[in-house]
Protein backbone atom coordinates (compact mmCIF):
# COMPACT_ATOMS: atom_id res chain seq x y z
CA UNK A 1 0.00 0.00 0.00
CA UNK A 2 1.33 3.52 -0.89
CA UNK A 3 1.56 6.12 1.55
CA UNK A 4 3.13 9.64 1.76
CA UNK A 5 3.50 10.99 4.76
CA UNK A 6 4.31 15.04 5.52
CA UNK A 7 5.87 16.49 8.07
CA UNK A 8 8.13 19.61 8.99
CA UNK A 9 4.85 22.38 8.77
CA UNK A 10 4.77 25.16 11.24
CA UNK A 11 4.18 28.58 12.22
CA UNK A 12 7.17 30.77 11.23
CA UNK A 13 7.48 34.86 10.89
CA UNK A 14 7.72 36.49 7.40
CA UNK A 15 10.86 36.09 5.96
CA UNK A 16 11.11 32.75 7.84
CA UNK A 17 12.37 29.32 6.18
CA UNK A 18 10.95 25.79 7.13
CA UNK A 19 11.85 22.64 5.34
CA UNK A 20 8.78 20.09 4.51
CA UNK A 21 9.17 16.45 3.91
CA UNK A 22 7.38 13.79 2.29
CA UNK A 23 8.54 10.18 3.58
CA UNK A 24 6.95 7.44 0.76
CA UNK A 25 6.86 3.45 1.30
CA UNK A 26 4.98 0.74 -0.07
CA UNK A 27 6.38 0.99 -3.64
CA UNK A 28 9.61 0.11 -5.19
CA UNK A 29 9.76 2.74 -8.43
CA UNK A 30 12.78 5.01 -8.73
CA UNK A 31 11.52 7.18 -11.51
CA UNK A 32 8.49 8.61 -10.05
CA UNK A 33 7.09 12.37 -10.57
CA UNK A 34 6.83 13.99 -6.90
CA UNK A 35 5.25 17.55 -6.35
CA UNK A 36 4.09 19.29 -3.39
CA UNK A 37 0.31 21.10 -3.59
CA UNK A 38 -0.91 23.97 -1.64
CA UNK A 39 -4.21 24.88 -0.32
CA UNK A 40 -5.44 27.91 1.20
CA UNK A 41 -8.76 28.25 3.11
CA UNK A 42 -11.42 29.58 0.05
CA UNK A 43 -8.79 28.56 -2.63
CA UNK A 44 -7.58 26.14 -4.78
CA UNK A 45 -5.42 23.46 -4.35
CA UNK A 46 -2.06 24.78 -6.73
CA UNK A 47 1.10 23.63 -7.67
CA UNK A 48 4.09 24.76 -5.29
CA UNK A 49 6.84 22.14 -6.85
CA UNK A 50 7.45 19.10 -8.66
CA UNK A 51 10.16 16.94 -8.97
CA UNK A 52 11.19 13.60 -11.62
CA UNK A 53 12.96 11.49 -9.52
CA UNK A 54 15.41 9.10 -10.14
CA UNK A 55 19.34 8.97 -11.38
CA UNK A 56 18.82 12.58 -12.98
CA UNK A 57 16.23 14.85 -11.81
CA UNK A 58 14.09 17.76 -13.16
CA UNK A 59 12.39 19.90 -11.11
CA UNK A 60 9.39 22.52 -11.55
CA UNK A 61 8.24 25.73 -9.48
CA UNK A 62 5.31 27.90 -9.63
CA UNK A 63 6.24 31.40 -10.38
CA UNK A 64 5.44 32.39 -7.19
CA UNK A 65 8.07 30.64 -5.20
CA UNK A 66 10.33 30.85 -8.18
CA UNK A 67 13.71 31.70 -6.37
CA UNK A 68 13.04 31.10 -2.68
CA UNK A 69 11.87 27.72 -2.89
CA UNK A 70 13.93 24.53 -3.82
CA UNK A 71 12.56 20.47 -4.41
CA UNK A 72 15.28 18.04 -3.68
CA UNK A 73 14.96 14.15 -3.49
CA UNK A 74 16.76 11.49 -1.79
CA UNK A 75 15.87 8.78 -3.57
CA UNK A 76 17.13 6.04 -1.65
CA UNK A 77 14.61 7.03 1.50
CA UNK A 78 11.98 7.72 -0.72
CA UNK A 79 12.28 11.40 0.59
CA UNK A 80 11.13 14.15 -1.00
CA UNK A 81 12.02 18.09 0.68
CA UNK A 82 10.51 21.09 -0.08
CA UNK A 83 12.93 23.51 1.40
CA UNK A 84 11.34 26.94 1.53
CA UNK A 85 12.68 30.64 2.38
CA UNK A 86 12.25 33.98 2.48
CA UNK A 87 8.54 32.73 3.57
CA UNK A 88 5.90 35.06 3.13
CA UNK A 89 2.15 35.57 4.35
CA UNK A 90 0.30 34.35 1.19
CA UNK A 91 2.38 31.14 1.64
CA UNK A 92 0.23 30.38 4.55
CA UNK A 93 -1.52 26.92 3.22
CA UNK A 94 -2.11 23.26 3.39
CA UNK A 95 0.95 21.81 1.89
CA UNK A 96 0.28 18.20 0.22
CA UNK A 97 2.91 15.44 -1.07
CA UNK A 98 1.46 14.14 -4.40
CA UNK A 99 2.95 11.42 -6.72
CA UNK A 100 2.61 9.38 -9.09
CA UNK A 101 4.75 6.76 -9.68
CA UNK A 102 6.73 4.65 -12.48
CA UNK A 103 6.48 7.68 -15.36
CA UNK A 104 7.31 11.23 -16.04
CA UNK A 105 4.06 12.95 -16.11
CA UNK A 106 3.72 16.32 -18.40
CA UNK A 107 1.75 18.52 -17.04
CA UNK A 108 3.54 19.28 -13.64
CA UNK A 109 1.23 21.62 -12.11
CA UNK A 110 -2.10 19.22 -13.26
CA UNK A 111 -3.41 18.14 -9.43
CA UNK A 112 -5.62 15.73 -11.71
CA UNK A 113 -2.33 13.55 -13.11
CA UNK A 114 -1.39 12.70 -9.50
CA UNK A 115 -2.55 9.34 -8.33
CA UNK A 116 -1.50 9.40 -4.22
CA UNK A 117 -1.47 12.07 -2.20
CA UNK A 118 -0.73 12.26 1.61
CA UNK A 119 -2.03 14.06 4.39
CA UNK A 120 -0.61 17.50 4.41
CA UNK A 121 1.06 19.47 7.06
CA UNK A 122 -0.04 23.17 8.12
CA UNK A 123 2.63 26.44 6.96
CA UNK A 124 1.27 29.38 8.66
CA UNK A 125 3.31 33.03 8.04
CA UNK A 126 2.46 35.84 10.33
CA UNK A 127 4.25 38.32 12.39
Known amino acids: QVQLVESGGGSVQPGGSLRLSCAGS????????MAWFRQAPGKEREGVAAIHTGPTTTAFYADSVKGRFTISQENAKKEVYLHMNSLKPEDTAMYYC???????????????????WGQGTQVTVSA
Open 26 to 33: GYTYSRNS
Open 98 to 116: AATLGMYIGWWNDKSQYVY
